[in-house]
């Protein structure tokens, strides 16, 4: 072994020769050099014969001379063949001799790569070394394609922070002129960056600028983040994000001075010193706007201009503006418009003038539309999501919504949109490039939430099936409170139109026993379909048959002959406490009934809802969205109107209604706000004269924080009186029963909170207000006083149905941690009444493994 594994260099050691002239081959040594050329360039070519090739065939050798047979001789073609043969990569050595009138073309086989393999390396994976190489196997080795790929390897070690990494390069020989390539690798420890230091800095710290770039100084707790080891191409990066962060501060001459990076004693890690020249605060000075576009007025175009003389200069808004008049022109009906911001800054005043000249520009059209980076998604499935096709006239509007339509799809991590100069000047090629993520998700979750107590979830699902865009899933969730099994399939463009159409089925229990007393089970099927009816308007159809099944929490009782209760025990003879059962009591005032028999007093109004039953439901979702982006808005609002109604066959009646609004609004890129309010409404009609329990609305929990789940509306109590006094000593709180009408507004402001960002922790403030009420008489116990045996109080027990105003407010934290996402509620009750049920705390996960 120790023969057969040599250094590269030795495997490559042979007769190079550059060129060849016909006084060094063909020169007889008996005779004068200018002599013997002049007799050697007599002749004609007569055969050509091809020696010591062993693989590479004859014919394709001579394919790439530049003579043939019956050809006279000539020194500059022999010299030019004997360098194409060189350039092919296919020799290690190449001679070209006359004898006679035959020309000999001597060569030695390069040899052929026949295994690549990687040792040592654990940081890096295999694949993104395969990546970096030019050499494969069954290509020719060559000593300089090897040494080039070290290279490259070296510096992608470099960029993932490992400085000292080292790469030797083995080969192994085999028959046939084979060799297996084997890359040593000593990867050495990361190059982490000790310290950055900033100089020249007075306005703002060397803390506050370290947040502002990109690279990280090196610490224990950072061991989820890459940003922390050293990578000379990131600096650049962060050269120009301090560039940005002074210039929206207001310093308009700023510049980096100078950018060093030095390693640290002991040469595993690195000092940056940036070196900045901050300059003075300017003020914006006299902004306008000039325009010759008939459609266009000054006027109404400055009021999008969001700064004014004497406000301090930021840089992004600059481009902000540039952005609101582009669209402002592309709604007037200017697809080609031209808007060039004319700057000029006065050191003396420190004052920056901005005229934006809005033109039309030069008519361009899109000539050709192209989409890289879809390894997986079809062609087409992004192409029908665009608002452009070779051709069009250009249009930025057009262009932008094209893209947001595209990450919408969610199949994307990014997508980006770049312009490049077509065949004319006036064309244009259009270049979307995306990055696709996996879509395709096999998942095992196990976890805890304080709502449903322990939660398991098996979920198979593919939401871009082979490409298609078409999605299919299988889901099973089990938790304390519910288990469900369900299936769904989608086709986003059904017979080949902008209609998506889908189908689901399900098979779900719900056990609520603990806060409404109820249980329920429900299967069915459904179907559905979605189809645009404006630019930004959707309406969606949708179709199920279900059956469902209600049974409020079966418990045996003893009461007398007036209805009043007894007891909910017995006790046998050996001590054992149990719940009765007929044959129990002896007694004939007293009888053992069901908590929901009729001749109980104190029998639960949600005991009407105990029924069973098919449920024909048609309904519809009519959806706008206004926003400027599909995934993370910052502007705009989005709104739905959903309305279901039961009763199209089936033994259940009702209509539903739901509406709801979002707006969004982005303060900062660290500060964005939104506003929901949304508002739900159902009734019953024909024979019907109630709405069932598991058809109410619950509010609480995630959907109402601050409150536990089902912790607000109509709930039905007990309070209990001094019979001395008359005031209340205490209440009892009976199951939630939900309600028919529902009213929410809910204000989240997303807030920094000074963790690194490669934590993935973002915190949100939060304010939920609303209220939950109405119920029908059917489902209202009339009031019922009493004297409590045990106590001797006096009591009530009725019905609390008022949608009385609610509100709490606090802090959402989440964090997508590596064992799945977290939830941290923090919450405060500003108002409530005194039966609902509140929380301070909710915190809910879901591991995956």
């Not at 941690?817 to 500003?830: A, E, H, N, T, W």
Request: glycine share 8%; charged share 25%.
């Amino acid at each position: 072994m120790k023969n057969k594994l040599l250094s590269l260099t030795a495997l490559c050691r042979v007769p190079f020769i550059a060129s060849l002239s016909l006084g060094a081959v063909l020169q007889p040594v008996l005779l004068p050099a200018a002599l013997a050329q002049e007799d050697l360039l007599e002749g004609t070519v007569r055969t050509i014969l091809v020696e010591g090739n062993q693989r590479i065939e004859a014919r394709t050798i001579q394919s790439y001379l530049l003579f043939e047979p019956g050809d006279s001789f000539n020194a500059e073609r022999i010299d030019l063949s004997l360098k194409t043969l060189f350039a092919t990569g296919l020799f290690a050595d190449v001679v070209i001799d006359r004898r006679g009138n035959d020309v000999v073309v001597r060569v030695v086989e390069n040899p052929i790569v026949n295994r690549i393999s990687f040792e040592g390396n654990k940081a890096l994976k295999e694949d993104k070394l395969r990546e970096e190489i030019q050499i494969a196997p069954r290509s020719p080795f060559t000593a300089a394609r090897v040494s080039s790929d070290v290279n490259r390897m070296i510096e992608l070690y470099r960029r993932s922070g490992r400085f000292s990494a080292r790469i030797r390069p083995e080969y192994k020989t085999l028959s046939q002129n084979r060799v297996d390539v084997v890359f040593v690798i000593e990867e050495g420890p990361t190059s982490g960056v000790r310290g950055i230091n900033f100089i020249g800095n007075k306005e703002f710290s060397d803390a506050r600028l370290r947040s502002e770039i990109v690279t990280r100084q090196s610490r224990p707790w950072r061991f989820f983040s890459s940003n922390d080891n050293y990578d000379s191409s990131r600096m650049e990066y962060d050269r120009e994000k301090l560039r940005e962060f002074y210039l929206d501060k207001g310093y308009y001459d700023f510049r980096v001075a100078s950018a060093v990076a030095e390693m640290a004693p002991g040469k595993n890690d690195f000092f940056i010193t940036y070196t900045v020249d901050e300059g003075v605060p300017y003020t914006f000075g006299e902004i306008k706007v000039e325009t010759s576009l008939a459609k266009l007025d000054a006027g109404s175009l400055q009021r999008l201009v969001p700064m004014a003389d004497t406000d301090p200069f930021r840089g992004k808004m600059i481009e902000q503006t540039i952005d609101s008049l582009t669209y402002a022109a592309g709604v007037a009906g200017y697809a080609f418009v031209d808007i060039r911001p004319i700057v000029k800054a006065d050191p003396q005043t420190r004052r920056v003038d901005i005229t934006f000249v809005v033109d039309e520009g030069p008519r361009v059209y899109i000539e050709r539309v192209n989409i890289v980076g879809n390894t997986q998604t079809l062609d087409r499935i992004i192409r029908r999501e665009l608002r452009i096709a070779d051709g069009d006239a250009f249009n930025r509007v057009l262009i932008d919504r094209s893209r947001n339509r595209a990450r919408a799809l969610g199949f994307f991590k990014n997508v980006t949109v770049e312009e490049t100069p077509g065949s004319a000047p006036d064309k244009t090629e259009v270049t979307y490039t995306v990055e696709e993520q996996s879509t395709g998700e096999l998942s095992f979750s196990a976890g805890f939430s304080s709502t449903d107590s322990f939660l398991f979830d098996v979920g198979l699902s593919q939401a871009n099936l082979l490409g298609t865009g078409r999605s299919a899933g299988l889901d099973l969730s089990l938790s304390q409170r519910q288990q469900i099994a369900s299936f769904r399939f989608t086709e986003p463009r059904f017979m080949d139109r902008t209609l998506s159409a889908g189908l689901m089925g399900w098979l779900s229990s719900y056990d609520y026993t603990d806060v409404s007393s109820y249980e329920s089970t429900s299967y069915g099927a459904g179907l559905n379909m979605a189809f645009p009816v404006a630019d930004r308007t959707q309406l969606g159809l949708r179709y199920r048959l279900q059956y469902d099944s209600v049974n409020i929490t079966d418990q045996n009782i003893v009461i007398d002959t007036e209805g009043n209760l007894v007891s909910t025990t017995v006790r046998d003879a050996d001590g054992t406490v149990r719940s009765p059962v007929p044959g129990d009591i002896t007694d004939p005032s007293q009888l053992v009934v069901d908590v929901c028999d009729i001749r109980y007093r104190f029998r639960s109004s949600s005991c009407t809802s105990e029924t069973e039953g098919i449920s024909s439901i048609l309904g519809y979702s009519l959806t706008w969205d206004g926003t400027n982006d599909p995934i993370e808005p910052t502007r705009g609002m989005n709104m739905q109107l959903s309305q279901d109604v039961a009763g199209l066959g089936g033994d259940v009646q009702t209509l539903r209604t739901e509406a709801n609004a979002t707006g969004y609004y982005g303060l900062t890129p660290a500060l964005r706000a939104s506003l929901r309010l949304s508002a739900g409404h159902i009734q019953p009609w024909g024979d019907d004269m109630t709405v069932r329990i598991n058809n109410r609305f619950f509010r609480g929990g995630s959907n109402f924080r601050g409150f536990d789940v089902a912790g607000i509306g109509p709930r039905q109590v007990v309070r209990y009186y001094d019979p001395e006094t008359g005031e209340q000593v205490s209440m009892e709180r009976g199951s939630a029963l939900g309600g028919n009408f529902y009213y929410q507004g809910t204000f989240e402001l997303t807030v920094p909170n000074f963790l690194p960002e490669e934590y993935g922790i973002k915190s949100a403030f939060f304010v939920d207000a609303g209220g939950l009420g109405s119920l029908y008489d059917q489902d209202i116990v009339a009031p019922i006083a009493y004297t409590d045996s045990t106590t001797g109080y006096d009591a009530i027990q009725y019905t609390e149905t008022d949608a009385a105003f609610r509100a709490a407010t606090g802090l959402s934290v989440m964090w997508d941690s590596p064992f799945g996402p977290l939830r941290f509620d923090f919450s405060q009750v500003l108002r409530a009444e005194d039966y609902d049920k509140k929380e301070t705390f909710r915190f809910s996960t879901t591991t995956r493994f």
